[in-house]
């Protein structure tokens, strides 16, 4: 699989999108870490189920949920997450 930075994957757009559908696969990587993967479409694929909500927004967007009652702070698992990157 061929990596590719976003500056690159902008500037030879057609190049790129040709060899995907020529079959190869691309990992699109933003300061080398990756971010997106573009692949071939698959001819005869059954095509993306978009299932639709089961509730409209309208009716729960002024629902309040509970505090989840974590024994740790959100903000110490999120500084932790940063310290491994």
Same mark, same amino acid.
């Given at each position: 699989?061929?990596? +590719?930075?976003?500056?690159?994957?902008?500037?030879?757009?057609?190049?790129?999108?040709?060899? +995907?559908?020529? =079959? $190869? &696969?691309?990992? !699109?990587?933003? %300061?080398?870490?990756?971010? $997106?993967? #573009? #692949?071939? !479409?698959? +001819? =005869?694929?059954?095509? !993306? &189920?978009?299932?639709?909500? %089961?509730?409209?927004?309208?009716?729960?967007?002024? %629902?309040? !949920?509970?505090? $989840?009652?974590?024994? +740790?702070?959100?903000? &110490?698992?999120?500084?932790?997450?940063?310290?491994?990157?």
């Amino acid at each position: 699989m061929k990596r +590719v930075k976003i500056a690159e994957l902008k500037s030879q757009l057609s190049k790129h999108l040709r060899a +995907v559908e020529a =079959g $190869a &696969e691309i990992e !699109v990587t933003d %300061r080398n870490r990756p971010i $997106a993967r #573009i #692949i071939p !479409v698959r +001819v =005869g694929e059954a095509p !993306v &189920e978009i299932i639709p909500a %089961r509730i409209r927004l309208e009716k729960i967007r002024k %629902r309040r !949920v509970k505090p $989840a009652r974590w024994p +740790v702070e959100a903000v &110490e698992l999120l500084l932790e997450d940063r310290r491994k990157r």
